[in-house]
């Protein structure tokens, strides 16, 4: 009986201490400094796309557009290739009117310019997520992953008060507190403290990076230049997203190239595991820095290197962020690490 009882207050401790840990782990209350530096980066990088999108406009939406309303609905709906069906939808496929399609596009962009100076947060990132996402299903074979990743950072981002700092909502609240002490009041002006909302956004962003590199890393693994070491050749010889020419570097020295291209493989592939250890995590979030800057400088993806490195900030706690904004200054409380 007593190995019995020892048995169970064992599997009862176990349990305890799983159950704390997860807790732990998704909802203690984290501060809002990191994801308010995401948000800034993620609002501009959204608005970017929009005025981008605004040079040509009509090209993109609309019943004149390179890809019609009626081609985009027969591509979600199967038509043209019925395995690649889903269930997508959007309302831009319903809209004709130039004129409408300049109002909704001007609004979407005034939306993103709020969400990256922090004005009105808390209803402006549900609002950005939601036009964002209009815009993704319309714009079905005109987008890369740029906009993969800013829809999917938009999408945390309205679980949390990211607007609470480094926003014009933190000085709304500092200024005119009388505004913000009813109960709307601190919904849409939140305090600049520690929440739950901001450590399961931020965990959210965490675990999905985690499962786009492992798969990532898992897909290089297929292709032979990455065993034979020839990838990162490849990429720097190729004209077409050549920016920067370093073909002469590479030549000049195989080993090099090689052993980039296999630590590019297995640093993906292993990022799942090795971003959480404090020992190994400021290594793996300097290679993300590294092979992200790279495809930004010399392969001619400045926005989508630049939206990785961003999305890597999730893994950079609330504490450190302060430190870095305020110049070494920190006063936060109940910041944690990543």
């Keep these: 009986m007593s190995m019995l009882k020892a048995t169970a207050e064992s599997a009862w401790q176990w349990k305890q201490q799983w159950t704390d840990g997860w807790n732990s782990f998704w909802f203690q209350p984290r501060q809002p400094h990191t994801l308010a530096v995401i948000r800034i980066a993620v609002g501009a990088m959204l608005l970017y796309t929009h005025v981008v999108l605004a040079t040509d406009l009509l090209s993109f939406l609309g019943g004149t557009a390179w890809v019609d309303n009626a081609t985009i609905q027969d591509l979600h709906g199967g038509a043209v ?3 690649n069906g889903d269930f997508g939808w959007s309302y831009l496929w319903y809209i004709e009117s130039p004129t409408l399609l300049w109002i909704h596009h001007l609004f979407a962009m005034a939306v993103a ?30 987008l890369f992953g740029l906009d993969q990743i800013v829809t999917m950072l938009l999408m945390y981002l309205m679980i949390a008060p990211s607007g609470a700092v480094y926003s014009f909502d933190a000085r709304v609240r500092r200024r005119w507190p009388e505004l913000v002490s009813g109960r ?44 034979d070491g020839s990838a990162l050749w490849f990429s720097a010889a190729n004209l077409e997203y050549q920016s920067i020419d370093i073909t002469w570097l590479v030549a000049r020295n195989p080993t090099l190239c090689s052993t980039l ?32 800057g790279g495809i930004a400088l010399f392969l001619g993806m400045i926005t989508f290197g630049t939206i990785m490195i961003v999305a890597n900030l999730a893994f950079l706690s609330p504490l450190f962020i302060q430190r870095v904004v305020s110049g070494g200054a920190c006063t936060v409380r109940g910041g944690r690490s990543a």
């Design 184 to 227: 709307w009041g601190k919904r849409l002006w939140p305090a600049a403290g520690p929440s739950s909302t901001a450590t399961i956004a931020t965990r959210l962003m965490q675990l999905q990076l985690c499962v786009i590199y492992f798969f990532g890393g898992l897909w290089k693994a297929r292709g032979e230049t990455w065993w």
């Design 261 to 292: 291209s296999h630590a590019t493989v297995i640093w993906e592939a292993f990022y799942c595991a090795l971003v959480w250890p404090r020992l190994t995590r400021p290594l793996v979030l300097a290679m993300a820095v590294m092979v992200h």
């Design 113 to 142: 310019g709020m969400l990256m100076v922090g004005l009105g947060t808390r209803v402006v990132a549900p609002l950005a997520w939601a036009l964002q996402l209009m815009y993704m299903h319309r714009l079905t074979g005109a």
């Design 81 to 83: 290739v019925p395995r």
